[in-house]
């Protein structure tokens, strides 16, 4: 089962568009470093939405290299097209992804049924671990606990990013799977009381700056130890809040430029961290031993 921190990685790019691989391989090797359990390629916070086909599928191929087995690799392979998922989710099973992550589609506003229908089509078709992810403040679509109830009963589905931050949506959901159903949520500001209610972890924006951080806070809610967790929640708790001061991923690929891992370059439509944004975001990267 997928647990504790698990960083959804930014993807370093270089002044022309083109990822940067000597800051990609930075990155994973600080990860490495810092404790992270796992790591997210080519998601949504990797900018996945402005990666062509084939571009995605060389940035999961090249950074499945780097890793080299020191940690699980889990590959964003989600679309609003259920043929693009299933090729992406296809090259994540060739290059030896150790899951994919599979955002509900964005702007189509399907039923729930045609979730039930999108995901098992993804899940029929290619032969790897997949986890759901439910994101409605992005995607426009609410993955209701009914329909995850329905789709953890496909066999290759093994779990859940339930990013809307709703502590009474994990208790629905906890309700209807089996203990084995990996329960991550996608809401840093809220992780440590989602683990403290019986989720199993996070794919984190905030991993991105203060991982070992974000590691130990999982660990000590996963363990029980209430106070220790929330204290150390408090910790970066304006580091969760600043880092989503504007649409994800311009915070956090500006935090890491900072942190000396690459140049300042996001894919439009994404744009640099406005101005006013930079200098408190700065100072609580310091209040949280990020700089």
């Not at 998922?85 to 899951?99: D, S």
């Not at 709703?166 to 906890?174: G, H, P, V, W």
Request: with cysteine; net charge negative.
């Amino acid at each position: 089962m997928f647990k504790g921190s698990i960083v959804a990685l930014v993807t370093p790019m270089l002044g022309n568009g083109d990822v940067d691989y000597d800051q990609l391989e930075a990155l994973i090797n600080f990860h490495v470093r810092e404790g992270t359990e796992a790591l997210v390629i080519a998601g949504t916070t990797g900018e996945s939405a402005t990666l062509s086909p084939d571009e995605h599928c060389e940035l999961l191929q090249r950074s499945y290299e780097i890793i080299d087995r020191r940690l699980p690799m889990i590959a964003g392979t989600g679309a609003n097209s259920t043929a693009e998922a299933i090729h992406l989710t296809e090259c994540a099973r060739k290059v030896g992804a150790e899951a994919a992550l599979l955002v509900c589609p964005y702007y189509n506003k399907p039923t729930q049924h045609g979730l039930v229908l999108h995901h098992t089509a993804i899940a029929e078709a290619v032969d790897i671990p997949q986890i759901l992810y439910n994101v409605p403040g992005r995607t426009s679509c609410d993955m209701l606990a009914d329909t995850v109830a329905k789709l953890a009963r496909v066999d290759n589905i093994v779990g859940i990013k339930e990013a809307t931050g709703s502590m009474e949506r994990l208790a629905d959901i906890k309700r209807q799977v089996d203990d084995g159903f990996a329960l991550l949520t996608g809401d840093d500001s809220t992780t440590c009381e989602f683990i403290l209610n019986g989720g199993h972890g996070a794919i984190s924006v905030t991993a991105n700056v203060v991982p070992a951080k974000m590691a130990n806070m999982c660990r000590l809610a996963a363990a029980g130890r209430t106070e220790e967790a929330r204290a150390a929640d408090a910790e970066i708790a304006e580091l969760h809040r600043l880092l989503f001061i504007e649409s994800n991923p311009i915070p956090v690929k500006w935090a890491v430029v900072q942190m000396g891992f690459g140049e300042l370059n996001l894919r439009l439509p994404m744009t640099e961290l406005s101005a006013e944004h930079q200098e408190p975001l700065r100072q609580a990267m310091i209040a949280a031993g990020a700089l």
